[in-house]
């Protein structure tokens, strides 16, 4: 009778083990492609990711770069100050997209150019993306206008 108890006990515990083991395993193949990592210009210049890897991509729309073409792809660069990356996207940009602005794309580089999923632009005045700012902190190009709030808060 005892060893029975001791026996079905243990058989729980490695049931349980099985399950937690399982269900860990699953949430991690349901997340692998929910998580994109933030790239600056720079960082992608000097390690370039592979063309599987889907990330995020941040700094400032480079002036006199936006090129909208035959059809509905626009095609422009991304800076840090430090390097400047080509875009591809097709779709329609947000209003507030603009030469000089910050913008964050999502998306695959593939042969050199950022080819974006997702565009999104500034909020108003006052707001940068925080990864944005930081990125243009590490390059020295960040301006502040001391008359708006932090940016990225």
Known sequence: ?????????????????VALGLST???????RDGINFFRAPSQIVE??????????????????SLQRGQGET??????DGGAVVPVAYTGVLPDLFAENQG??????LIDGV???????AKHDESYMPKEVV???KEQGVYRHDPGNPPSGS
Do not use: C, H, S, W
């Open 114 to 120: 950022f080819e974006a999923t997702e565009i999104l």
């Open 74 to 79: 626009i095609r422009f660069n991304v800076t």
């Open 103 to 108: 913008m964050i794309g999502t998306g695959r």
């Open 1 to 17: 009778m005892r060893g029975l108890k001791k026996k079905r006990r243990v058989q729980i515990i490695v049931v349980a083990f």
């Open 47 to 64: 390690a370039p990711p592979p063309p599987t890897e889907t990330f995020r991509i941040g700094g400032l729309v480079e002036a006199g």
């Open 25 to 31: 395993g699953l949430i991690g193949y349901a997340m």
């Open 134 to 136: 930081d990125a243009l």
